[in-house]
């Protein structure tokens, strides 16, 4: 069983910078699709960035240019740095882990970011 732990999460001031990360269990760690998703209350899980098990790298439209994807294998975290936040950042991150076949997906529990105006 694959277990994928979020962490980073907190309170910023808009224009400012977190960086959550995330670990994820299991030996083939390497070989995963790693993935940040959000949801705001109300409102519908959203993709936010991945980053492949070669490092491509792809970004929803509204975090280009502010928010970096990154893993490091050899210690089976995933990273996202997010600079310049806004409050319409605020949201609940989940971090997920997918197995290259596509046969599973392995989700966090959330981490809480707000930004304040």
């Known amino acids: 069983q694959v277990q994928v732990v979020e962490s980073g999460g907190g309170l910023v001031q808009a224009g400012g910078s977190l960086r959550l990360s995330c670990a994820a269990s299991?030996?083939?760690?390497?070989?995963?699709?790693m993935g940040w998703f959000r949801q705001a209350p109300g409102k519908e899980r959203d993709f936010v960035a991945a980053?492949?098990?070669?490092?491509?790298?792809d970004y929803a439209d509204s975090v280009k240019g502010r928010f970096t994807i990154s893993r490091d294998n050899s210690k089976n975290t995933v990273y996202l740095q997010m600079n310049s936040l806004k409050p319409e950042d605020t949201a609940v991150y989940y971090c997920?882990?997918?197995?290259?076949?596509?046969?599973?997906?392995?989700w966090g529990q959330g981490t809480q970011v707000t930004v304040s105006s």
């Open positions: 997920v882990a997918s197995e290259g076949d596509g046969s599973a997906d392995y």
């Open positions: 299991g030996r083939a760690f390497s070989d995963y699709t």
């Open positions: 980053i492949s098990w070669s490092g491509d790298t």
